[in-house]
């Protein structure tokens, strides 16, 4: 099997607005006095997308930061 991948997403209105929101919530933490937070996208929303496939699906891992505290900034 041969994948080919190439070097830039595409990503959608919806994957924007989702992405910058998220960098919004890690700035304003941020901006709060805490510790360092790191997001980082993960699973099948990025498989898909170095396929060059549509994807409605995005997991998020979170450190540096308990997940109420993302919400509580949104």
């Known amino acids: 099997m041969k994948v080919s991948v190439s070097g830039e997403l595409s ?9 910058g929101l ?3 919530v890690v700035g304003r933490l941020g901006s ?7 997001l ?10 170095l396929l060059g496939k549509e994807c409605h699906d995005v997991d998020v891992t979170v ?12």
Not at 32 to 38: F, K, L, M, S, Y
């Open 11 to 19: 990503l959608s209105d919806s994957e924007r607005r989702l992405f």
């Open 22 to 24: 998220l960098g919004a």
């Open 32 to 38: 709060e006095g805490e510790a360092r937070v790191v």
């Open 40 to 49: 980082r996208v993960a699973g099948g929303w990025v498989r898909d997308k």
């Open 63 to 74: 450190e540096g930061c308990a997940v109420h505290r993302l919400t509580q900034c949104a």
